[in-house]
T-cell receptor, first 114, second 111 residues
Framework: KAGVTQTPRYLIKTRGQQVTLSCSPI?????VSWYQQTPGQGLQFLFE?????QRNKGNFPGRFSGRQFSNSRSEMNVSTLELGDSALYLC???WGQGSSYEQYFGPGTRLTVT | DAKTTQPPSMDCAEGRAANLPCNHS???????VYWYRQIHSQGPQYIIH???NNETNEMASLIITEDRKSSTLILPHATLRDTAVYYC????????????FGKGITLSVRP
């Protein structure tokens, strides 16, 4: 079974631009969660989507948004990029909603904002 | 904030057991203990989880104290590939539950 895939793997953007990251979950998984990882703040939960609806949200500004499609694939968008948005963005898929289901993480997208 | 406390780092010799401690003194009755690990430049990987009984799978064993205020992850025969950051996470079940990662413990396995 193919694992979680994320595209692109690396991205360089300029302050003020916006960016869209993509995540394809494991086949049959209906939940996709997004995380931001930085050296200073560690791994932080952004949001979780299940059945095309955002079910849970972390403490991030509204510039961070996402969506999930009917095939469970998910996209995350960050608008008006700031230098502090430079991070590794990880998505994780699971069969069900919530942390009690084993989360399978992708390799991440490394975003650099200059 | 993470509800767990882990030492920042530890090391062990290859082939020996690695015992990774975790304190979670404020754990609630309905909260599980989860362990994930992150090998450098990869996404985290699920290892094991438990409520109050000891658990074992092909990767590791999880020992939870009777009062549930602490736990130990045991890698029975550590290899160099087990060098990683190990995260101990406490989380309730339910649709709105989420994983809150702390700083984790960096395990270095030496040859």
């Amino acid at each position: 079974k193919a694992g979680v895939t994320q595209t692109p793997r690396y991205l360089i953007k300029t302050r003020g631009q916006q960016v869209t990251l993509s995540c394809s979950p494991i086949s049959g998984h209906r939940s996709v969660s997004w995380y931001q990882q930085t050296p200073g703040q560690g791994l932080q939960f952004l949001f979780e989507y299940f059945s095309e609806t955002q079910r849970n949200k972390g403490n991030f500004p509204g510039r961070f948004s996402g969506r999930q499609f009917s095939n469970s694939r998910s996209e995350m968008n960050v608008s008006t990029l700031e230098l502090g948005d430079s991070a590794l963005y990880l998505c994780a898929s699971s069969w069900g909603q919530g942390s009690s289901y084993e989360q399978y993480f992708g390799p991440g997208t490394r975003l650099t904002v200059t | 904030d993470a509800k767990t406390t882990q030492p920042p780092s530890m090391d062990c010799a290859e082939g020996r057991a690695a015992n990774l401690p975790c304190n979670h003194s404020t754990i609630s009755g309905n909260e599980y203990v989860y362990w994930y690990r992150q090998i450098h430049s990869q996404g985290p990987q699920y290892i094991i989880h438990g409520l109050k009984n000891n658990e074992t799978n092909e990767m590791a064993s999880l020992i939870i104290t009777e009062d549930r205020k602490s736990s130990t992850l045991i890698l029975p025969h550590a290899t160099l590939r087990d060098t990683a950051v190990y995260y101990c996470i406490v989380s309730a079940t339910g649709a709105n539950s989420k994983l809150t990662f702390g700083k984790g413990i960096t395990l270095s396995v030496r040859p």
